[in-house]
């Protein structure tokens, strides 16, 4: 066996752990399957010494590596038995030549690999080769798959836990299969805008604590992480490097009758630096009389911002007020509050002065014409938790609502939580406390449920198209 330890210039704010690399003996016979597909000419001396490693660290990924100096553009072909073809692209090797990434893989899998070059209207491709991916931890949590359609594609990103404290990150392909791993107990965690980490946070339960931020790469090369001060509950990516989450403010006194801590939107690089963006109790006036969804006055976590999304095209976040009951959209260069949407005090009227805006947000994504919100229900006895949908005329101020899910047995989970907009189409339901995640088509057919059993639960959890960037 060889091991291989890639080092790197350590910061001192930054943690790195060595990536593994483990030989992967070929299987006896190649399938030969894949230079058809490519129309390439087979020609392995065109890409010099060809090896493929199964990652120490993730034993489901792949990392092929060639010597090849030649001009145009190459990429990697792969695919398992019955599965169409996927590419990688190439990129520098760690020393001289160069290699590609291979995610998204199950495990204990054979797949069968192949280098392509095109230049010049004509391509080359080596010989097939195969590699067999390894186990999953066998303490990994179990999960209760059931899909209902074919329509499901791309990865959910899963942070799931046990009472008993443990807790990992999973990554599941669309047939439900854990592709990759990482263990830790996080609530939130993210798909790096590059493709290549997973963004989580560790949070701080007051203003004296560090939260962390961690980007931890796919390819098993390791852990980055920054200290914020007081930073907690979500993060969210804005470029490579430089996050946005929330953190805390100084005793703001309510009504003379309160002291409260109050929350700020912050802005953070790699280094550690800090921006602050909002600060709550510069717009939102401190109520003694205000109570969080569970009937208790909450005094460390008085706005108790719990979500937090942003929104590129429009250069805007979106911030949920558990407490407040409210969604707020704050321009990145304005720094204020442009518009409340809230079951009471919100800029929006229901559209028509038909019923009224009645919901407890946990999360909210921006839609192409508004937003969708994971109402938890918890405030009425009535309603169970969902995934809500409201279209939003910005200029009359009205909402109206256009989508609904929730599951047929009306559960109902009280902390944490989200729904997703996917860019299919397709919303995800995420029942934190209940441990399950609902995929669903524009419809509401029920098209993939991912279950926790023997009490397990999720928090935050996401779906992206791709890995790998």
Same mark, same amino acid.
């Given at each position: ?28 016979? =190649? ?10 000419? @087979? ?16 034993? /489901? ?24 073809? &996927? ?7 760690? #020393? ?55 329509? @499901? ?36 965690? &993210? ?7 997973? $963004? ?39 470029? /490579? ?88 959209? $704050? ?17 929006? #009227? ?10 407890? =947000? ?86 993939? &449920?991912? #279950? ?11 779906? @992206? ?5």
């Amino acid at each position: 066996m060889l091991v291989w330890m890639f080092a790197c210039a350590v910061d001192p704010n930054h943690e790195v752990v060595a990536f593994q690399q483990d030989t992967a003996a070929p299987v006896s016979e =190649p399938a030969q399957v894949l230079a058809p597909a490519t129309g390439c000419s @087979v020609d392995d001396s065109a890409f010099g010494s060809i090896d493929l490693w199964v990652s120490g660290t993730v034993e /489901t990924v792949v990392e092929a590596v060639w010597t090849d100096e030649s001009p145009g553009d190459t990429y990697l072909v792969f695919a398992a038995d019955g599965e169409a073809l &996927r590419y990688a692209d190439a990129e520098a090797g760690p #020393q001289e030549g160069m290699r590609a990434m291979l995610f998204g893989l199950k495990a204990d899998t054979d797949y069968d690999v192949q280098i392509v070059r095109e230049h010049q209207g004509s391509s080359w491709c080596s010989e097939p080769r195969s590699v067999r991916t390894g186990s999953l931890p066998a303490d990994l949590p179990a999960l209760d798959i059931e899909t209902f359609h074919e329509d @499901v594609d791309g990865y959910l990103i899963a942070p799931v836990h046990t009472w008993s404290g443990g807790g990992w990150i999973l990554i599941l392909d669309g047939d439900g299969d854990v592709v990759w791993y990482r263990n830790g107990g996080h609530l939130r965690a &993210r798909l790096s805008r590059d493709g290549r980490a997973v $963004i989580t946070n560790d949070f701080a339960n007051d203003a004296e604590q560090h939260g962390t931020i961690q980007r931890t790469e796919l390819d098993g090369s390791g852990t980055s992480t920054v200290e914020v001060l007081g930073a907690h509950m979500d993060v969210v990516e804005l470029e /490579t490097g430089r996050y946005a989450t929330f953190g805390w403010e100084t005793e703001v006194e309510a009504d003379g009758t309160l002291t409260v801590l109050g929350e700020t939107l912050l802005e953070v690089d790699a280094d550690g630096e800090v921006t602050e963006v909002w600060r709550a109790s510069d717009e939102l006036v401190p109520d003694a009389n205000v109570q969080d969804p569970s009937g208790n006055v909450d005094d460390a976590m008085w706005a108790h911002l719990n979500h937090l999304e942003y929104d590129r095209s429009e250069d805007a976040y979106y911030v949920v007020s558990r407490s407040l009951r409210a969604v707020y959209r $704050i321009p990145r260069h304005l720094g204020t509050i442009d518009w409340t949407l809230a079951a009471s005090k919100g800029d929006f #009227q229901p559209a028509d002065n038909l019923g009224q805006l009645e919901f407890n =947000p946990h999360s909210a994504v921006p839609t192409d014409d508004g937003v969708l919100i994971f109402d938890t229900g918890s405030t009425r006895s009535d309603f169970c938790s969902a995934a809500i949908e409201y279209t939003l005329d910005d200029e009359a101020m009205t909402a109206r609502q256009t989508w609904t899910y929730a599951t047929d047995a009306c559960l109902v989970t009280d902390y944490l939580g989200n729904a997703v907009h996917l860019s299919d189409g397709h919303r995800l339901l995420v029942l934190a406390m209940s441990g399950l995640v609902d995929e669903v088509d524009e419809e509401g057919t029920l098209l993939q &449920r991912v #279950q926790v059993p023997d009490g397990g639960w999720v928090s935050y959890a996401t779906k @992206v198209p791709s890995l790998g960037g």
